[in-house]
């Protein structure tokens, strides 16, 4: 006779779990396609993507009416020369022409009558005429970059000028800024001010991005051709 308790043990034993079904393994052919697609793929998003969004840049700066010039320190705007039409990859030359001891006088003047903390951009003490230039722009290539010295002109007029080559299309900017020197409380001081912000609507130039990237554009129209060699090759092999 059977032992009912034995047979109440063997009841209460939880039932064996079924062993996970062995996934089958991925197809080599498959591999091989997807490895060689996705840089194909990649590559060609590093190229359209920055094309896309100058084109879009470009209709959208169509669209837009901005102030070229603005001028962050109250002088006249005739001493700068920028062109009223830019295009992208084509070089222009911007220009500064500046009364520096009128400007330091000026500045100067401001600063005395200025309230506690109402400083012009910072600015205290007694400002030198002896004063540098630079023009920064991040989508911009400059010529003679960083702060240049003085070069005096007619009746004291103190000049300098930029060689720049607009990299991308759109709405762009770069700014001027001076290099001053204060005296205050017998302490001399370098400040760096921002003199005036230019903007450009900057017309793409198709031909010429096509110039400086024509060899990537050869290498995804022979992806295809590649791979079809390749996979060839890797079929026969496997055969």
């Known amino acids: 006779m059977s032992n009912p308790e034995s047979e109440r043990e063997r009841e209460r034993e939880p039932e064996p779990e079924p062993e996970p079904e062995l996934e089958p393994s991925e197809d080599p ?58 295009k992208q990859y084509e070089g222009f030359e911007v220009s500064l022409d500046l009364d520096t001891n009128h400007l330091a006088n000026l500045l100067s003047e401001m600063v005395s ?21 630079e023009i920064v722009g991040d989508n911009f290539a400059i010529d003679n970059a960083g702060p240049q010295e003085q070069l005096y002109g007619y009746e004291g007029q103190t000049q300098w ?22 005296h205050n409380n017998g302490r001399q001081e370098l400040k760096v001010v921002d003199l005036a912000q230019a903007s450009f609507a900057v017309e793409r130039n198709p031909s010429e991005w096509l110039k400086r990237n ?20 890797y079929v026969n092999r496997g055969d």
């Open 29 to 86: 052919k498959k591999i091989f396609t997807f490895n060689l697609l996705m840089p194909a793929a990649l590559l060609l998003v590093l190229l359209t993507v920055p094309f896309s969004i100058n084109t879009f840049m470009h209709y959208v700066s169509k669209n837009n009416q901005f102030n070229p010039l603005i001028m962050r320190i109250p002088i006249d705007s005739a001493g700068i020369v920028i062109p009223p039409e830019v």
């Open 113 to 133: 009558m200025a309230a506690e903390g109402t400083a012009i951009q910072g600015i205290s003490g007694e400002v030198s005429p002896n004063m540098r230039a």
């Open 161 to 182: 000028s930029w060689y720049v080559v607009p990299e991308s299309s759109g709405d762009q900017m770069f700014t001027f800024r001076l290099h001053l020197l204060t």
């Open 214 to 233: 024509w060899i990537w554009l050869v290498l995804i129209v022979m992806i295809p051709f590649a791979f079809r060699k390749l996979k060839h090759r």
